[in-house]
Nanobody, 124 residues
Framework: QLQLVESGGDLVQPGGSLRLSCAASGATFDYLVIAWFRQAPGKEREALSCINSVGTRTEYADSVKGRFTITRTNARNTVYLQMNGLKPEDTAVYFC?????????????????WGQGTQVTVSS
């Protein structure tokens, strides 16, 4: 059974940076498309970024384009989300999600596996 574990969430000041990690186990990582979502209190879960199974294609939501970068290291079964220029409105629980496809989707329903989430708080 595939398991995803996020880490790297923290309290950071506006303008700061964080790198989130999503570590996968229990399945062949190379066949997985991985996405990052976030959910702030009282809001819908929002798709942020996605990377295809071989790391050749990435997609970003307009809200994070130019500030966040998604990468993957298949040798380590890990996907990263580098977040720069953080703003208070980036405060949320960040989730990674996976599906056995080779293309991205921004739909929650596309992903069969989810991590437990990691809290990111941007505040002075």
């Amino acid at each position: 059974q595939l398991q995803l574990v996020e880490s790297g969430g923290d309290l950071v000041q506006p303008g700061g940076s964080l790198r989130l990690s999503c570590a996968a186990s229990g399945a062949t990582f190379d066949y997985l498309v991985i996405a990052w979502f976030r959910q702030a209190p009282g809001k819908e879960r929002e798709a942020l970024s996605c990377i295809n199974s071989v790391g050749t294609r990435t997609e970003y939501a307009d809200s994070v384009k130019g500030r966040f970068t998604i990468t993957r290291t298949n040798a380590r079964n890990t996907v990263y989300l580098q977040m720069n220029g953080l703003k208070p409105e980036d405060t949320a629980v960040y989730f990674c999600a996976a599906a056995f496809h080779n293309y991205c989707s921004g739909s929650r329903r596309f992903y069969d596996y989810w991590g437990q989430g990691t809290q990111v708080t941007v505040s002075s």
